[in-house]
């Protein structure tokens, strides 16, 4: 919300761009064909979101070089900001294609608009930092969240120093929140980045999803059952499809009526998975050896 707002006041225009699939919180102007939560509602909009709000929303497919082309033709001069997360991660993992990310830090230059990353799933689930030093695309803005506050409610936003300035008291665009700097949340946040650039747990969680893809591959391939896991670094998803979805329509064309029946008998098997084939799982460095042959045992009992 403060990001689009900031986006907004920076630069004097109104419409905002956003990728079906892709969730960036509940404020109303994303709430437009929207993942995660409300991916599986028919009308891909949320009840309460008025037809003004939803008008300065555009929305292009993830993945979709030409309808980002197209979008910003017809409404760059009025283009504030375009918004995605840099790996789709609310409709179940959906990765970049070579250049996309690319294609949009060009794109934004070309029109004047600000690139946003929402990193509040892949910000330091990857790598120290945020997925933007991986992938060597840097936005204008960077929103993170979860993970620097070490499960406590906290949320931040980063970004060049001449937008920032325009935030409140520096500039006009209001920001403000109850939690706001709050010292329980800071104080967790800061020994938790603390205890992760001295782990550096990293390559090791990609060495244990390495091998827990790889045993489930295997499971389905004895037992015929289609599936796809895709995957990056510890991040991956389960759908039951024959090849990976490249946006939200290939995702919603995925066998969806498999997974509660599944979903159900793996927790009967003591695993409990995200409840949704919408949602993404994360391995963490307490899943050792002994719980990866424990979610393998569950799965081939549970595919079944």
């Known amino acids: 919300m403060t990001a689009l707002r900031l986006a907004r006041g920076a630069t004097g225009r109104t419409k905002i761009l956003k990728f079906s699939g892709c969730y960036h919180g509940h404020t109303d102007s994303m709430l437009v064909q929207a993942g995660s939560g409300v991916a599986g509602i028919a009308a891909a909009s949320s009840a309460g979101v008025t037809a003004d709000c939803a008008h300065d929303t555009l929305v292009a ?5 030409e309808a980002v082309s197209q979008l910003v033709a017809k409404h760059g001069a009025d283009l504030a900001a375009i918004v995605t997360e ?5 409709m179940g993992i959906v990765s970049p294609e070579p ?52 499960g406590m409610p906290i949320g931040a936003l980063g970004g060049r120093g001449e937008i ?25 946040g800061i020994k938790t980045l603390e205890v992760l650039r001295e782990l550096n747990p990293y390559e090791s969680l990609e060495t244990r999803a390495t091998q827990l893809i790889t045993g489930i591959e ?43 029946p599944f979903f159900g008998k793996m927790l009967e098997a003591g695993i409990y ?17 002994a719980a990866i042959e424990r979610i393998l045992d569950a799965w081939e009992q549970s595919i079944v």
């Open 218 to 260: 295997a499971i389905h391939r004895d037992a015929g059952v289609p599936i796809c896991l895709p995957r990056e670094g510890h991040m991956f998803s389960i759908f039951f499809c024959e090849t990976p979805p490249r946006n939200f329509d290939d995702v919603m064309a995925t066998d969806k009526e498999m997974f509660p």
């Open 164 to 188: 920032m300035d325009q935030l409140a008291p520096d500039g006009p665009v209001y920001q403000a929140g109850t939690l706001s700097g709050n010292p329980i949340s800071v104080a967790c």
């Open 99 to 150: 250049k996309f990310l690319l294609h949009l830090r060009e794109a934004a230059d070309a029109c004047g608009a600000l690139l946003i990353f929402d990193e509040v799933i892949t910000g330091f689930r990857l790598t120290f930092g945020g997925y933007s030093n991986l992938c060597r695309v840097k936005p204008d803005l960077t929103c993170l969240g979860k993970i620097i506050g070490g």
């Open 86 to 90: 840099p790996i789709a991660a609310n």
């Open 61 to 65: 497919p993830y993945n979709d070089f």
């Open 273 to 289: 998975l995200p409840p949704s084939p919408f949602e993404t799982s994360f391995l963490s460095i307490a899943h050792d050896d």
